[in-house]
């Protein structure tokens, strides 16, 4: 068997917690494999909502295992409260999740750290959700992270080496260090927490799944234009985002990668700063905003709000190798008389349909209008029911990304769903 990966193809919030969620039922094990507590995974059925931050969105489908794999980076305070949220709503999970020890630890103060690199860039600021995720990633990186397995012994020593390392850095910065004891307390309770949880060796665990005949499928954070190598650096998160991230964050081979689950929203949506070509700053933006409720589930933040951008689409099936798509949000566009889809870019007055290398200025973009469909999709549940210019949108996209779409989804319910 191999790893089916879902992942998101824009600036993250495509809707990826309400898809897996859907396909859970056709797969034995779900994981997440990289990415943190910065993500927001909502999910809705039965008139309940939930978000998910580190915990994989397969969670509500009775009988699956759930992994955090090694790629993730875990807050325990967070984990901590997540799960007893979740037991609160009868959903207790002790025996269906289990973490990889290789999964790196975010410390308080790599959350102390991100606030300070970020204040610290002033108007240049990445606007990060302020979960340490940079600076945990960063301290893999350089090797001086702590992992979930570092529990196991002489943790107090590895942490205060690591914490007094970080002080150092925050005291370089002039950032107050008042309210860290708090913090700290919060974090060695988070850290009891997960320790009635199982701690594996992930990568064993899915390879020994595979070979048992397991369907897997991995769950993606953030989206292809928020990856550390491929996104709008350096507006974008620390992680690999992208299909490859699949493999690192799993211990998963290339060969063992199945089918790439591309998901998109009919619109595009970005959160924090960076460039973002087919934003709409008008009254279109403000609409998209309001129909689509595009405020972060994880911050509140109001989300820009724009066309779809299929330059970076196409870029974005590229790097994935994407052999599925599945389009969300689509009622959100129901009431527009027309609708742009942004088919290349003119730079310097040059027209190009691959993406380019720094999009942060100059970029023109080109647009194709399609007639509106002006229709409640909300209640459809079948394709035969899509009013005929929706169904030619969806003609149109396919086209243009060469990739067919096989998911639409019409709402945020998990029985407004639509396959093809
Ligand atoms: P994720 O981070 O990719 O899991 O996405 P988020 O949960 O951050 O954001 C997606 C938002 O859109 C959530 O509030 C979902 O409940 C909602 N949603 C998902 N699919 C649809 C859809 O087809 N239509 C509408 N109107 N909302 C949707
Ligand atoms: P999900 O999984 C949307 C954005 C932040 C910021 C940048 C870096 O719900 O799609 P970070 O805290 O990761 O260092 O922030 O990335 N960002 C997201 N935007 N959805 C997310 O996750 C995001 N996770 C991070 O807004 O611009
Ligand atoms: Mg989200």
């Known amino acids: 068997m191999k790893v089916d990966v879902l992942l998101g193809l824009q600036w993250g919030d495509e809707g990826k917690g309400k898809i897996v969620d859907v396909l859970t039922p056709g797969y034995d094990v779900v994981t997440r494999f990289q990415g943190g507590p910065n993500a927001g995974h909502t999910l809705e059925f039965e008139g309940q909502k939930f978000v998910l931050r580190s915990i ?15 790629g993730v980076v875990l807050d325990p305070a967070l984990f901590k409260a997540e799960v007893e949220a979740l037991a609160k709503s009868g959903h207790p999970l002790t025996e269906r999740l289990k973490i990889s020890k290789k999964a790196h630890l975010i410390l308080p103060t790599h959350r102390l750290l991100d606030a300070a690199y970020e204040s610290a860039k002033g108007a240049g600021k990445i606007g990060t959700t302020g979960k340490g995720i940079g600076p945990t990633y960063t301290d893999k990186v350089s090797r001086n992270g702590l992992r979930v ?11 205060k080496a690591a ?33 009635q949880f199982e701690w594996i060796d992930s990568e064993h665990a899915i390879n020994h799944a595979l070979q048992a005949g397991k369907r897997v499928l991995a769950e993606g954070a953030q989206g292809t ?6 996104g709008s650096y350096p507006f974008v998160t620390s ?13 998963v081979a290339p060969r063992n990668i199945g089918e790439v689950y591309g998901i998109f929203k009919a619109y595009c949506t970005r959160v924090g700063s960076g460039p973002f070509p087919t934003e709409l700053s008008d009254a279109t933006g403000d609409k998209l905003r309001a129909t689509g409720h595009e405020f972060g589930a994880v911050t509140g933040r109001p989300r820009r709000c724009g066309w779809v951008d299929l330059v970076a689409l196409r870029y974005a099936v590229m790097i994935n190798g994407v052999t599925r798509l599945i389009m969300m949000k689509s009622d959100v566009l129901d009431d527009f008389d027309t609708i742009k ?50 169904a030619a949108y969806i003609r149109f996209l396919e086209q243009e990304l060469q990739v067919p779409i096989k ?11 639509i396959m093809r």
């Open 341 to 390: 889809a942004c088919t290349a870019y003119r730079v310097n007055g040059v027209e190009t349909r691959d993406f380019p290398f720094d999009i942060s200025e100059g970029i023109e973009p080109v647009y194709t209008e399609l007639p509106g469909w002006k229709t409640d999709m909300t209640h459809m549940q079948t394709e035969a029911e899509f009013p005929a210019e929706f």
């Open 225 to 230: 234009m928020l990856d550390i190598d491929f």
């Open 56 to 70: 994989p969105s397969g969670i509500f489908q009775g009988g699956k295992i759930n992994v955090i794999g090694n």
């Open 239 to 251: 992680s690999n985002t992208v299909c490859a991230g699949a493999c690192t964050g799993l211990g």
């Open 149 to 159: 397995g570092d529990l196991l012994h002489d943790f107090e020593a590895k942490y």
């Open 163 to 195: 914490t007094d390392r970080h002080k150092e850095i925050l005291r370089q910065y002039h950032y107050s260090l008042d309210g860290l004891e708090a913090i700290e307390e919060e974090w060695f309770a988070g850290v009891e927490c997960l320790r």
């Open 407 to 417: 998911i639409v989804s019409v709402g945020p319910d998990r029985a407004q769903t």
